[in-house]
């Protein structure tokens, strides 16, 4: 069954930092990869979405990698805003329809 | 305008009651689901329906029943609430198009069972 990682739980940092949020996940036998973002007292934003065949997607000021047969996705965010402060969700797609959800990284970006 | 709606958005209830969760979307997708947030904040797939018909169901209590009226409502009724069962539920769509298959998501409903 697979299992969804994130690291780190929570992060803080100050406005303007480069920063990287891991992701890890135990079968790499995914359809694809997607992290999502979520305000609080707020539904699921899709950032981006990676296909198993790809190794990398830009949105912006974001990117994300896909390493499948290690089993990881990193999220990258350059030059960090407080309106980037969010809960980052990865989640890997196995198949038709089924999301497994990690338990997210809490971002607080200060001004 | 938007695209996955649900109602209510809050809802206080009593242990034992019965209650319904709406969801509709007008995005034309085919796929709609309904996912458990629990306190510690983890996101859990409940059940999908495609074009009406339950493709999964994971484990979860006989007491959930999803009901699609039509492609655009997946509405979620929980019998004989349980204290257990407070979490915030989302619904989602998604229309597979070749390879890609983002899921759009709800604003949620925060079910309080006291």
């Known amino acids: 069954k697979q299992e969804v990682t994130q690291i780190p739980a929570a992060l803080s940092v100050p406005e303007g930092e480069n920063l990287v949020l891991n992701c890890s996940f135990t079968d790499s036998a995914i359809y694809n990869l997607q992290w999502f973002r979520q305000d609080p007292g707020k539904g699921l934003t899709s950032l981006l979405l990676?296909?198993?065949?790809?190794r990398e997607q830009t949105s912006g000021r974001l990117n994300a990698s896909l390493d499948k047969s290690s089993g990881r996705s990193t999220l990258y965010i350059a030059a960090s805003q407080p309106g980037d402060s969010a809960t980052y969700l990865c989640?890997?797609?196995?198949?038709?329809?089924?999301?497994?959800f990690g338990k997210g990284t809490m971002l607080l970006v200060s001004p | 305008d938007t695209a996955v709606s649900q109602t209510p958005k809050y809802l206080v209830t009593q242990m034992g009651n019965d209650k319904s969760i709406k969801c509709e979307q007008n995005l034309g997708h085919d796929t709609m689901y309904w996912y458990k947030q629990d306190s510690k904040k983890f996101l859990k797939i409940m059940f999908s329906y495609n074009n009406k018909e339950l493709i999964i169901n994971e484990t979860v209590p006989n007491r959930f029943s999803p009901k699609s009226p039509d492609k655009a409502h997946l509405n979620l009724h929980i019998n004989s609430l349980e204290l257990g069962d407070s979490a915030v539920y989302f619904c989602a769509s998604s229309q597979v198009r070749g390879s890609q298959e983002t899921q759009y998501f709800g604003p949620g409903t925060r079910l309080l069972v006291l």
């Open positions: 990676i296909q198993s065949s790809q």
């Open positions: 989640a890997t797609a196995a198949g038709y329809s089924t999301l497994t």
